[in-house]
């Protein structure tokens, strides 16, 4: 619940102060504390839970989402509206999306829906601020949903996954405690 407190203080205090690193507007620089602030929030729950499988997983998750971000970002050339260059995917937001699904996937959708409004105003802030372009911010967030659900496992409880072969379309049902 610390996490999740965090989150929407985090939310809050940027939104009614327009306090950011290194940000021009209130919407951008909520938009970048968020995008540190949801790692940091996926850390503190790990922390909090003691779950060093939960450390793993989010450690592949963010590794995954950042090569293949910033691989595209340096294959395809694409400037951004401000001008500056590497505008495609934006890493801001699969960042962010990252987080997100991790902490819906491994925590529950408690956590997963903060998460998940948080990662999208990360996205809107991006377009907002002329950074991105609204597909940067849209591949950003494939990027980070995949990572994070590639790699993460529920903590405990039920979880429901696809399962499809050449062979076999199926859903598999686990139980964890």
Known sequence: MMGLRAL????LFCLVTGTG??????????????????PATAAGLIVGFKDGQGALQLGESVALTAVVTYGLKYTISESAPNGDSHS????????SFTSAEFLRKRYGWEYGIPAYVAA???????????DHYTHD???????????????TRPYKGWSIQPEV??????IRLNRTW
Do not use: C, M, W
């Not at 929407?8 to 939310?11: A, F, H």
């Not at 495609?88 to 960042?95: E, G, I, Q, R």
């Open 88 to 95: 495609f995917p934006s890493a801001h937001t699969s960042l």
């Open 120 to 130: 999208t105003f990360v996205a809107v802030s991006r377009v907002e601020a002329k």
């Open 21 to 38: 690193v290194h940000a021009g507007n209130s919407i951008e620089a909520a938009g970048e504390v968020l995008t540190l602030l949801l």
């Open 137 to 151: 911010v849209l591949a950003g967030a494939a990027i980070g949903i995949a990572s994070g659900y590639l790699f």
């Open 8 to 11: 929407v203080i985090g939310i």
């Open 165 to 170: 072969d050449q062979k076999y379309q199926g």
